[in-house]
């Protein structure tokens, strides 16, 4: 099967790059500067993806504005080290390359914040490829998959929603894509859960970059 849309949505977390060892190191660094234990850190896995702010506040019972002094915190380990310890998925990069050639457009669709998904792209050296981003605000506003969906369509001009793919790991990426009627590929290599994200009928599913590539090219 092949997808005909011509504008594709990329989520940036778990579908471009393997940003689990940074993620994981952010949350832990604030986590201990508010004195709070983590008794599964395995699990934090669970930050990959959803609005930083909307993760810290669900699983440790936070307050609203507690939450955003977490993020803070975060950004604190991320903005230095956590954002280099990533990896770019096998094969990206060439596919990336190649969409290009042949005149998609490319836009990230990212709850991270436009800053560090901009920071990410030029360390990986993809930057050229990507012609948008449509990412979060730093004050936490636009970090719904929903907005940014809706955003990446207004920033590459409002097409037919048929042009539209949505590209992600998460459930959030293929809810946004439905909200903004607009069709979705599930990439099962990141990190959502099948139980959780199948609720949500991705038209697509690719297992792999290979896979992603057959589908894409």
């Known amino acids: 099967m092949t997808s005909k849309a011509s504008i594709l949505?990329?989520?940036?977390?778990?579908?471009?790059?393997?940003?689990?060892?940074?993620?994981i190191n952010s949350v832990q660094y604030a986590l201990k500067q508010k004195g709070i234990l983590e008794n599964h850190p395995e699990e934090l896995f669970s930050f990959i993806g959803p609005p930083l702010h909307y993760s810290f506040k669900n699983r440790y019972h936070l307050s609203t504005e507690v939450a955003f002094e977490m993020v803070d915190l975060y950004r604190e380990y991320y903005s230095e080290k956590g954002?280099?310890?990533?990896?770019?998925?096998?094969?990206?990069?060439?596919?990336?390359?190649?969409?290009?050639?042949?005149?998609?457009?490319?836009?990230?669709a990212t709850a991270k914040p436009t800053h560090y998904?901009?920071?990410?792209?030029?360390?990986?050296?993809?930057?050229?490829?990507?012609?948008?981003?449509?990412?979060?605000?730093?004050?936490?506003?636009?970090?719904?998959?929903?907005?940014?969906?809706?955003?990446?369509?207004?920033?590459?001009?409002?097409k037919s929603n048929a042009e539209y793919l949505m590209i992600g790991d998460r459930e959030y990426d293929i809810m946004g894509a439905h909200f903004n009627q607009v069709e979705a590929c599930w990439v099962t290599y990141g990190y959502g859960e099948k139980s959780i994200v199948m609720k949500e009928k991705p038209k697509y599913i690719c297992h792999t970059v290979a896979e992603l590539s057959d589908l894409l090219l």
Request: avoid cysteine; proline fraction near 4%; charge should be negative.
């Open 83 to 108: 954002i280099y310890e990533n990896t770019i998925y096998p094969g990206i990069f060439d596919l990336l390359k190649t969409l290009k050639s042949q005149k998609k457009i490319l836009s990230l």
């Open 9 to 23: 949505l990329f989520d940036l977390d778990g579908t471009l790059t393997d940003p689990k060892e940074g993620i």
């Open 117 to 158: 998904a901009k920071q990410v792209i030029e360390y990986f050296k993809i930057d050229p490829f990507i012609d948008f981003i449509a990412g979060a605000n730093i004050d936490g506003s636009r970090t719904d998959k929903k907005e940014i969906i809706a955003y990446a369509k207004e920033i590459t001009g409002n």
